[in-house]
């Protein structure tokens, strides 16, 4: 199992996370993307990405990527990497169906000597637990000995392009002695920040998800501190540039925790402790403060509008940003959702803007229209939920210019001055 021009590798999955790895890996070896959207497919023949994370020149540079959307056109490959969501469902339990599905479907296909590797955020064991078993009963081979498997870690940033695939340390890991360095040595040859090797697939997975679970933990400390502040009618964000200043002050800020990640990540560690009989309460404590975020800030904004005597039933409410982070058009777990159903449970009539999203998938999605033109002094309030670079440029006075004279504004990303807007985070 070594890297040569034999190596073939078929990326399943070509979202935010297989795309770009698909990219990278298609700069040297024979590079094969598989999704089931065909119209996903069918975009990126053309040289179009719609999440925005590859350009079309990158995507030209990959002379050796192609693209498919039938599964028996990666027959011939000898490495998969399986990069697809693994969300919770409305219980918060975590949905291995598109991950198993994918498993079955490489499973029908491989051969012997090949290795399956995931980059799927799962519990610890799941890939040892969950997927192998389906190989092993599809395929008909013997896990170690016919096939191998490995794990390592997605950890791209929607947006960012600074912290790209290349530039994030990329933790691997395998199946045996054998798979363990194929893994590792097949990710050193793309990532320039290099690779941790992990003495086990469990600790790679383990790592993954207490990565997202620490970041989620410090942002719910914040934003139960920004409560309490709120309620001592003191301005979190000045008390945050103040304890700032102290050389090991942890700079969290708070907010609204959506995506795919952060907001997910932390049920499939709590999923597993419960399984084994543990109840992880500081875990789910910062879940529970976070997931409730986009109601408080909608309830925040109702207290205001009250105060300014503006009726609430039939008032009209501008929401600028849908996506879950800015700069991005992943809409995925958007906790800018439940500002918008709360604020819909008393009778506003609510328009969303964000010129990053797909207005389709919006609709799909969670059943809001987005406008293209926003109209002059005809809101009620206005609240700023996304940091988009957009509304940034736009500034304070053009932004206010949408509502009318004694309109509520609420800056969610606490981007302004405080003495400029009537609440924020």
């Known amino acids: 199992m070594n890297i040569n021009d034999n190596v073939k590798i078929a990326v399943v999955g070509l979202g935010y996370v297989g795309l770009p790895l698909a990219v990278e890996f298609g700069k040297k070896y024979i590079t094969i993307g598989y999704d089931i959207n065909n119209i996903r497919i069918s975009e990126l023949k053309k040289g179009n990405d719609s999440t ?4 079309n020149r990158e995507l030209i540079s990959s002379k050796n990527l192609t693209f498919t959307n039938k599964i028996s056109n990666l027959k011939d490959c000898n490495v998969y990497i399986i990069t697809v969501p693994t969300p919770v469902d409305k219980h918060n339990t975590p949905d291995l169906n598109p991950l198993l599905q994918a498993t079955k479907d490489i499973a029908s296909i491989i051969a012997t000597g090949d290795i399956v590797i995931y980059e799927s955020t799962v519990y610890p064991g799941a890939t040892e637990e969950e997927c192998v078993p389906i190989i092993e009963k599809v395929s008909g081979l013997k896990f170690n000995k016919e096939f191998f498997v490995g794990y390592s870690p997605e950890r791209i940033n929607p947006g ?19 798979a363990s360095k194929f893994v590792d040595s097949l990710y050193k040859s793309i990532i320039n920040a290099g690779t941790h090797l992990a003495t086990s697939i469990k600790v790679a997975e383990a790592a993954k998800v ?3 679970t620490q970041r989620d933990i410090n942002i719910a400390l914040m934003n139960e501190l920004s409560i309490i502040f709120n309620y001592m009618d003191i301005d979190s964000k000045e008390v945050i540039d103040a304890a700032s200043t102290k050389w090991n002050f942890l700079n969290f800020k708070p907010g609204l925790v959506g995506g795919h990640c952060i907001g997910v990540d932390p049920y499939y560690l709590t999923h597993k402790a419960l399984a084994i009989g543990y109840h992880p309460e500081v875990i789910l404590a910062g879940r529970k403060i976070n997931d409730e975020m986009g109601s408080y800030v909608a309830e925040q904004v109702i207290k205001i509008m009250m105060k300014k005597r503006i009726h609430v039933v039939d008032s009209k409410i501008l929401v600028l940003g849908f996506s879950f982070k800015e700069n991005c058009t992943d809409i995925r777990n958007t906790k800018v959702n439940d500002i918008v159903e709360t604020l819909g449970k008393y009778n506003a009539n609510i328009d969303i803007y964000d010129p990053w999203v797909n207005k389709n998938e919006i609709k799909s999605e969670y059943g809001h229209e987005i406008i293209s033109n926003i109209p002059k002094s005809y809101y009620d309030s206005i609240i700023v939920a996304v940091g988009h670079d957009q509304f940034k440029h736009m500034g304070i006075e053009k932004i206010k210019e949408f509502g009318k004279k004694n309109s509520c504004f609420f800056d ?3 981007i302004f001055n405080k003495n400029d807007v009537d609440g924020r985070l």
Do not use: A, P, R
């Open 52 to 55: 925005l994370e590859i350009d």
């Open 160 to 178: 960012d392009k600074k912290n790209t695939l290349i530039n994030i340390k990329k933790v691997t890991s395998g199946s045996n002695d054998e």
């Open 210 to 212: 207490i990565e997202n």
């Open 412 to 414: 969610v990303k606490s």
